[in-house]
Each structure stands twice: as C-alpha cells, then as structure tokens.
C-alpha cells in the first residue's frame, strides 16, 4: 500500500511554502555539523548487508518505541537474527502514529531506497529484501547514499584519545566529501566514578605517551590532544552539560588537590565533582577561543536513568531523559567570566528541556558583540525536540527573540546514515511556517529575498559560520 502521507508536498500548507521548498531550500547541500557518525565506516565505505544494520543497530528512538510496544530485549539488542530483529520494528511501526518515527520511517525508506510503500508487518518482507538487495549490492554504500542525500560536509564527534586516523584516511582518500571533528572531552571531566577516570587517565597516558601525577600534568597532556586535533583540521568543540554551567573560581591549589585524591581513588563529595567539572570546562573553553574554534554546550540530558537496563545492555541504549534543573544564572556568570577576559568564541547552546526555550534564546542576545552574524546561537532542537513540535517551537523562540535569518540550522545528532532525511524533514517545516505567515499577511510575498532566506538557514549560514 502506498503511503498517502510522505507525498512531494508533506508539511507544506500552502503555495508558499511549496515554492520555497521545491524552488529554494531542497536544492541545498546538506553540512551535517554533529553527528556519532563512525569515521571508519565513511572511510572504508561501508557496504550493509541489509536494512536491519544500517536502520537498527544503535538507534535508540527505534529501540525506546520497540520496549513500548512490549517487543522483547531479544528482538532489540539480543540475539535475533536481523530478520527477526526487522520484522518487529516493521510490527511496531504503525503503533508510532504521531511519534516522529513515523514520519522519519517512511522518509528513509523513500529517500534513498524509493520505497513509497507503507511499513508493516505485511509489507515487511517485501520492503526488507528491496531495500536490502540495494544495500549488500553496493549500490548504496555509505558514500553513495551520502551522495544521494547531497551532503557536502560532516562533522563527527570524537573523544580526546582519539586517534584520527580514520579522518586522515578521508583526506588522503579522493572522496569529495569533507569530514571533520569535534573535540568532545565528556569522559575526561566525568570524575564521579574514580575507577573509570583513573582508567580513562591511564588510557590518555598511553596515547599521548606521558606520565598524570598532577593536576598541572592533566591539562597539560588534555592540551596536547586539544593541539593534535587542531593540527587534524578540528574547528569545533562538543561538550555534553549534565550539569549547571560553572561558577566557581576554585584555586589552583584546591582542584590540585581534588585531583590528588581521585587519582588515589577516592570518592568525590558532590561539591569536589563541580568543582573539578567546572574548573576544566573553564579551560576548555579558554583552548576553544585561543584556536578560533567554534563550541557547543549541549545542556539538560539526564543519562542512565535505569541502571539495571544500563548494566544489562549497556551505556546509550535508550535509557536517558530529560533533566530538570535551572542554569540560568550559572550560564549567565559562566558566558560573562569569558567575556570579561576577552576569551567567548562562537558558542552554540542546546537545551533539552523545552521550559529553557525563551530563557537559552535570550541568553544568546546578551553576548552577540557585532563580531560575526549569529555569533551567538541558539541551537536546532536536540535529542527528544528534534521532531515537528520541538522544531516549530525553536524556530518560534528563535525568531522572537533573535534572528531566525541568522540561524545556522538543521544537524543529525544521529549515528546512523539514513537520518540525513531529518535535514529534508527541518526545511519543510521551516518553508511550511514562513510560507503561512505570508499566507496570513504577516510577512511580504518577496520570494526573492524569503527564498535566500530558507536557502541560508538551510546551509549558507553553516558555511560561513564554520571553518572546516
């Protein structure tokens, strides 16, 4: 059966909105500056064998409706075969209605597969063995179904120890595409758990071939990394805020000694852990002005809510939520304290609960200098808000209290390379607003200039605001 829904014109209400996005925004490369996104995958090209492991492997939103809709662990992370695995997604698919899933599903399988069909349980088969005959052939490999996306730059998100060499592989590669990276340093100021930084150290000490006995060495090997990914063509930096943003001004003397006596092990009180967290955050963001490197706060997510799903599948398996916790202030006292000394690069902010909208949007109009367009921004809806309300409701924030035209769009946030759809699916719903308030008599029907409006929001402002 056909999908009635997922036609040329899904999301878009009006005359306007169809022309703005058929004439203007979907004609744009796409410049995916977040993702998980494996480099080595794009670097050896890979080849699927079928849908089930380009669509299910590692993708929580599948995996959280799946536990929903009473499907067993065994057909989610377990031991069914990728069959089985496909066919309960297929089952669960039609429970999704209203869940952006539902949307997401049937654009993957239109764009790049050409499968308008509804998904099913009875469509299932036919669907699976369509989609993965044009997988395990090659037809879609990894560049090839990033060509038919159109997408023109990547920026993948890496930890410190990390090597690079599969971005070098790229660049040494013939590949058109452009991959970078984002320096994302989580692991190295989680100090809540001493066993795990310790061993987080000792791998840091192996890479970078130096000895961490202080507090001093710590920042200087942290440097050393934050340089090696610089000298790799890393422009941006990525940090995940399980936390309010930093206040204190903790001495030298102090965080040296908290870091003394995790490294011998000990458990951190709750004031220690801010303390430490904040003091290399701090720093971090001292690097990331010094390089001219664009940063990102991604504010508000509260992980590993259920420990024993955690312990039993494992870390980012679909057990985090939405934290609740005010920042206001602390981001205020943390975004001037850069300010005062000169030191705030362009900073993109993400919240994740949707209560801090207006509150992260007018934040941002406090520390834009007249520098650069949109130096600061409020950044596309992330995580659970990145579906049709959460992104109406970020573009609405945005446009009241900032400068939408400025805005640099539509990222992935995702790991797998079927969710380049979620570009398509953001400037539909940005022509379908722009288009009814001109319908509505409340913007001019200048095309001209609306056009070039969409087609900047939906790349030009990304490739002038980055440097890679």
Not at 14 to 19: K, R
Not at 52 to 72: C, F, P, V
Request: with cysteine; aromatic share 12%.
């Amino acid at each position: 059966m056909r999908n009635p829904i997922v036609d040329q014109n899904f999301l878009l209400h009006s005359n306007v909105a169809e022309t703005l996005y058929h004439e203007y925004a979907s004609k744009m490369p796409i410049i995916d500056y977040h993702c998980h996104i494996e480099a080595q995958e794009i670097a050896e090209n890979r080849i699927f064998k079928n849908l089930t492991q380009i669509w299910l492997e590692g993708d929580h939103y599948k995996w959280r409706a799946m536990r929903a809709n009473g499907i067993s662990e065994d057909y989610i992370t377990g031991k069914a075969t990728d069959w089985e695995k496909f066919q309960k997604w297929a089952e669960t698919v039609p429970y999704t209605m209203r869940n952006p899933l539902y949307h997401w599903t049937h654009l993957e399988l239109k764009k790049p597969f050409g499968i308008e069909d509804i998904l099913n349980k009875h469509s299932a088969k036919d669907i699976y063995n369509t989609a993965s005959q044009k997988l395990s052939s090659g037809e879609l490999s990894v560049e090839n179904i990033l060509k038919s996306f159109n997408v023109q730059k990547i920026c993948t998100t890496n930890d410190p120890i990390d090597a690079l060499k599969w971005h070098q592989h790229i660049v040494q590669s013939n590949m058109e595409l452009q991959v970078s990276m984002a320096w994302r340093p989580d692991r190295a100021m989680d100090v809540r758990d001493p066993k795990e930084f310790n061993s987080y150290i000792e791998r840091l000490e192996e890479i970078s071939s130096n000895s961490i006995s202080s507090y001093s060495d710590y920042l200087e090997v942290l440097k050393s990394r934050h340089n090696y990914f610089h000298e790799r063509g890393c422009r941006l930096a990525d940090h995940g805020l399980e936390f309010p943003f930093p206040v204190d001004t903790t001495t030298e003397q102090e965080i040296s000694a908290i870091f003394s006596k995790i490294r011998l092990g000990k458990n951190l009180s709750e004031g220690d852990q801010q303390k430490m967290m904040s003091s290399l955050l701090y720093e971090f963001s001292i690097w990331n002005f010094e390089k001219g490197w664009v940063q990102q706060y991604h504010v508000g997510a509260f992980r590993d809510v259920n420990k024993k799903g955690v312990r039993i599948i494992g870390k980012a398996c679909g057990f985090d939520s939405i934290a609740d916790f005010n920042y206001a202030t602390s981001m205020g006292i943390f975004l001037n304290r850069l300010e005062e000394c000169n030191k705030l690069t362009k900073t993109i902010i993400y919240n994740l609960n949707p209560k801090d909208n207006e509150m992260v949007a007018t934040m941002m109009g406090n520390f834009q200098d007249g520098s650069v367009p949109g130096k600061m921004q409020y950044g596309s809806g992330w995580w659970f808000l990145d579906q049709k309300d959460g992104i109406e409701k970020q573009i609405n924030t945005l446009s009241n209290q900032g400068l939408l035209s400025r805005f640099i769009g539509m990222l992935t946030d995702s790991r797998s390379f079927l969710s380049y759809s979620r570009h398509d699916y953001f400037r539909r719903i940005l022509c379908n607003i722009i288009g009814n308030d001109v319908e509505n008599g409340e913007l001019p029907n200048d095309m001209k200039f609306l056009g070039r409006m969409v087609q900047d929001i939906s790349y030009n402002n990304a490739n002038d605001y980055f440097d890679f």
